[in-house]
């Protein structure tokens, strides 16, 4: 059973755009949602975290929006840039900071075209 | 990422034989994990342990055994390796309620 399921599978955005990675999730014990952007050859790197008290939170061009009745979270880059080609997941956690691990979705591969 | 250092960074070995893979971290955190990334699959936890006493199965546990031998070292063992397990390793450190970091990974093929 997937707790985390996470759309679409790979993105396509020009220069500019704005790139939206969607994410619902099933456990309602969850507590913690982390987006980790990683590059190839590298491990996942945290880019932006909420807790379900907020409904968003924006970071530089990366914003996350978190509907909590329909179990969903969403990552948002704004201006996207060729450098943010990258794949995206995101996860879940009972506890902050994912202490008894992060469940993740299945990753975005995202691409900008300059 | 040099605050975790994975070894080795790539492995290829045979069916049956057993494989180590090791973490080591320079931060002094408590806990530390092993995922595995497959393509298309995102990252699924194998094991963590919040200390050298405690250690706890995730959702993959099967045909894999940890040792945590220091706080600062975690290691991976598939006992009798089997091609299915051909995967991308990902160690991870994390304390208090700061996120997970994670290292650079070991790519293993089991051929």
């Known amino acids: 059973q997937q707790q985390v399921k996470q759309s679409p599978q790979s993105l396509i955005v020009q220069k500019g755009g704005i790139s939206i990675i969607n994410c619902a999730y099933e456990?309602?014990?969850?507590?913690?949602f982390p987006w980790y952007q990683q590059f190839p050859g590298k491990g996942p790197a945290l880019l932006i975290a909420?807790?379900?008290?907020?409904s968003e939170k924006k970071e530089g061009r990366f914003t996350i929006s978190f509907n909590k009745s329909a179990k969903q979270f969403s990552l948002h880059i704004m201006d996207s840039q060729p450098g943010d080609s990258a794949t995206y997941f995101c996860?879940?956690?009972?506890?902050?900071?994912?202490?008894?691990?992060?469940?993740f979705g299945k990753g975005t591969h995202l691409i900008i075209q300059p | 990422d040099a605050d975790v250092t994975q070894t080795p960074r790539n492995r290829i070995t045979k069916t049956g034989k057993r494989i180590m893979l090791e973490c080591s971290q320079t931060?002094?955190?408590?806990?530390m994990y092993w995922y595995r990334q497959d393509p298309g699959l995102g990252l699924r936890l194998i094991y963590y342990?919040?200390?050298?006493?405690?250690?706890n199965k995730g959702e993959i546990s099967d045909g894999y055994s940890v040792s945590r031998q220091a706080q600062a070292k975690f290691s991976l063992s598939l006992e009798s390796a089997i091609p299915n397990q051909t995967a991308l390793y990902f160690c991870?450190?994390?304390?208090?309620?700061?996120?997970?970091?994670f290292g650079d990974g070991t790519r293993l093929s089991i051929l």
């Open positions: 996860a879940a956690s009972v506890t902050g900071g994912g202490a008894d691990g992060l469940t």
């Open positions: 456990n309602t014990a969850f507590d913690y």
């Open positions: 909420i807790r379900p008290d907020v």
């Open positions: 931060k002094g955190h408590d806990r």
């Open positions: 342990s919040f200390d050298v006493k405690d250690i």
């Open positions: 991870a450190i994390q304390t208090g309620n700061q996120p997970q970091h």
